[in-house]
């Protein structure tokens, strides 16, 4: 079982940049693909990036592509997303989550989730 614990979130303006990190507990995170999504009052929670398991492979959601990059460093159990030219769309609650599966996208393919992190941007 992994546990997740989000950090890193706040208040930025826009244009803007954060680092989120997610930690995670348990002898088996690099087993996991890990993804970050993200969640607005009144909307459902969406896809933002996902990484493979040995972190050769990544894919970002169109409407940060180009913007967010996500990392993960197995040695410390660490999942990142550094997120770069920050809009006031972005602000939502953020979770990581681990996933069996790298082909997954959607919520009900990850198995483990964090807290999440609230991430507001202000115009």
């Known amino acids: 079982q992994v546990q997740l614990v989000e950090s890193g979130g706040g208040l930025v303006q826009a244009g803007g940049s954060l680092r989120l990190s997610c930690a995670a507990s348990?002898?088996?995170?690099?087993?996991?693909?890990m993804g970050w999504f993200r969640q607005a009052p009144g909307k459902e929670r969406e896809f933002v990036a996902k990484?493979?398991?040995?972190?050769?492979?990544?894919y970002c959601a169109e409407s940060v592509k180009g913007r967010f990059a996500i990392s993960r460093d197995n040695a410390e159990n660490t999942v990142y997303l550094q997120m770069n030219s920050l809009k006031p769309e972005d602000t939502a609650v953020y979770y990581c989550?681990?996933?069996?599966?790298?082909?997954?996208?959607?919520?009900?393919?990850?198995?483990?989730w964090g807290q999440g992190t609230q991430v507001t941007v202000s115009s």
């Open positions: 348990g002898p088996t995170f690099s087993n996991y693909a």
């Open positions: 990484i493979n398991w040995r972190g050769t492979n990544t």
């Open positions: 989550a681990a996933s069996n599966s790298y082909s997954a996208s959607r919520p009900t393919h990850y198995n483990y």
